[in-house]
């Protein structure tokens, strides 16, 4: 163990005096590059601008075919509140307001999953598409897995 902690203490005393002169060699350098009197500290990167248009051919006769991104469709679940209304709320919890509700049996459609408040021992909320809401996952069994938002 002992000699576990001397070879490890070693390691990082060599890294550290490698790592020093290089970084008084980097301020001595900033040090003594001139700056230009309009230059400016930048903070984030610039992405360049891409193209992302799909460009699509058509030969007369022969029938369009999509060479694009899929477009994934919004799954659809069933609320199982055994009788009682599903609450839809502004937020993904319990103390967000309540801007809705859905009746019992009813399917409705989910745009994706995210983590909130804990609703009888879970805590996944449902996003419903065109953001028009959250629902507890407690209450609602959807027919496929759900992307994370």
Not at 72 to 98: D, E, F, K, M
Not at 121 to 131: A, D, I, M, S, T
């Amino acid at each position: 163990m002992i000699r576990r902690t001397l070879k490890g203490g070693l390691v990082a005393a060599v890294s550290l005096l490698a790592f020093l002169p290089t970084a008084a060699g980097a301020v001595t350098a900033g040090a003594a590059a001139p700056q230009a009197p309009g230059a400016t500290a930048r903070h984030h990167r610039t992405h360049p601008a891409r193209h992302h248009h799909i460009h699509r051919f058509t030969v007369p006769g022969v029938p369009l075919r999509s060479t694009g991104h899929r477009v994934a469709s919004p799954a659809t679940g069933r609320v199982v509140t055994h009788g009682a209304r599903l609450n839809v709320r502004s937020g993904p919890g319990t103390g967000y307001r309540v801007i809705g509700h859905r009746h019992a049996y009813r399917t409705l459609r989910l745009a994706c999953r995210t983590h909130g408040s804990w609703v009888r021992g879970n805590r996944v909320w449902y996003r419903l598409p065109h953001h028009r809401g959250y629902v507890s996952a407690r209450y609602v069994r959807p027919y496929r897995t759900l992307p994370w938002c």
